[in-house]
């Protein structure tokens, strides 16, 4: 985690949606603002691209990703691999 209002991920990068079993553990664990949704489960693993960032009192990184539901915090997110490129 980065320090308070300071976020890893800007606008327009790609980023990949933590595996299943760690937004579990997330949903489960996390009894404070903007909770994971157990819709947003369906997403795990999934790579998209960030749309908007927000804090959250205190500095908490909260992110809202092109065409997926929900607040994600960066807890859930992580760096996408860049595509392989054939050419």
Known sequence: ????????????????????PALETFLQTWHFHDPLQPQQLA???RTAQVAGVGYYHG????????ELPGVWHEVCLRTAE???NQT
């Open 1 to 20: 985690m980065n320090a308070p209002y300071e976020n890893a991920y800007p606008v327009g990068s790609s980023v990949c949606i933590v595996d299943r």
């Open 43 to 45: 997403f795990a693993g």
């Open 59 to 66: 500095g908490t990184t909260l992110y809202t990703l092109k």
């Open 82 to 84: 860049p595509a392989y």
